[in-house]
């Protein structure tokens, strides 16, 4: 049998140029090894000093605070500076930084979500998308919490809300120019700088999230994110539009049954003698 030639790599990133915000550690940080990994070039963007990171994957670091405009235009400006042109925008810097009961709502802390967290995304696409060519994406980061609220977290589950919108109104947008834009919806997530940092400290929300998934009984990992995004920069997904997609295992398609019957207390039983709703025989 003859070996096929000339397959073309699958999910191939080699050479295109990114930008991720957010990289200095967590996904983003994940995110950008993945595709640096790959072959792409990467400008990491953050308001901490990325060059470290930047160095080990051979690209560039560019301090910026996602909600300063001049910040957000030079980072972009920088990629195609550099490079000579912008394939690629992650939107991944976002932060949680209030949480509480709505009626006891904090103004900065509510402020700060949404300046970070959608103004941020927005600014990312304002500046990247006339630096970029047919065939470039954007691909936001958003949260399971956009499409499922959870109670105490009213700004950061409304920011992702937000974000959420703004996808599909960029895509909408910026499709006839030939970009891209996509966002995903994590579930709670792993990854270096949470374990150690945040570990411990939401073990309520985890259990909860461990019990909503379908079937994993566990959180998820940056790189369950990672390699979407590796996906969705490539050409592969050039008909992958303005699409929201969950990486929750299932969870925001409704309740487990694990999640049910935790909050029931007992195990769910069903019978065939006692239907819940009675199909009348056929020939009545
Ligand atoms: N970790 C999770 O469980 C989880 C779940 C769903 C969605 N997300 C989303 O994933 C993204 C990354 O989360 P993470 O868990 O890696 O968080 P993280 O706190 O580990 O990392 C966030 C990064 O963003 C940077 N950052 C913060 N404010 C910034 C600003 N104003 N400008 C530029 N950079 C800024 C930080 O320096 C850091 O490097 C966020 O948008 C978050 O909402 C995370």
């Not at 029931?264 to 006692?274: R, S, V």
Request: charged share 20%; glycine share 8%; hydrophobic share 45%.
């Amino acid at each position: 049998m003859s070996e096929p030639t000339n397959l073309p790599t699958p999910f191939d990133v080699r050479d295109k140029v990114c930008v991720v915000t957010g990289s200095f550690h967590g996904l983003g940080s994940v995110i950008a090894r993945r595709l640096a990994t790959n072959g792409a070039h990467l400008v990491l963007g953050d308001v901490r000093d990325c060059t470290e990171l930047a160095t080990e994957l051979g690209g560039i670091a560019v301090r910026c605070d996602v909600t300063e405009a001049d910040q957000v235009e030079t980072l972009m400006q920088t990629a195609v500076d550099h490079y000579g042109r912008l394939d690629v925008l992650v939107n991944n810097a976002g932060v949680e930084s209030w949480e509480g009961p709505i009626t006891e709502l904090d103004v900065d802390g509510w402020r700060r979500d949404m300046d970070i967290n959608v103004l941020g995304v927005a600014l990312g696409i304002k500046y990247a998308a006339p630096r970029m060519a047919p065939g470039s994406t954007i691909i936001n980061i958003a949260s399971l919490f956009g499409l499922l609220p959870i109670p105490t977290l009213s700004s950061y589950n409304a920011s992702k809300a937000a974000v959420i919108h703004l996808t599909k109104t960029a895509a909408v947008e910026l499709g006839p120019v030939g970009i891209r834009v996509n966002a995903l919806c994590p579930t709670g997530l792993t990854h270096d700088s949470y374990l150690g940092r945040v570990e411990g400290v939401y073990d309520w929300l985890d259990d909860w999230l461990k019990l909503a998934h379908q079937h994993v009984s566990e959180l998820g990992h940056a790189d369950d994110c990672a390699a979407l995004v590796h996906y969705l920069a490539s050409d592969d997904a050039r008909f992958i539009n303005a699409q929201i997609i969950a990486v929750d295992d299932g969870a925001s398609a409704g309740t487990s049954l694990a999640a049910m019957e935790a909050a029931i207390g007992q195990k769910a039983e069903w019978t065939d003698d006692d239907p819940f709703l009675e199909a009348p025989p056929v020939d009545s």
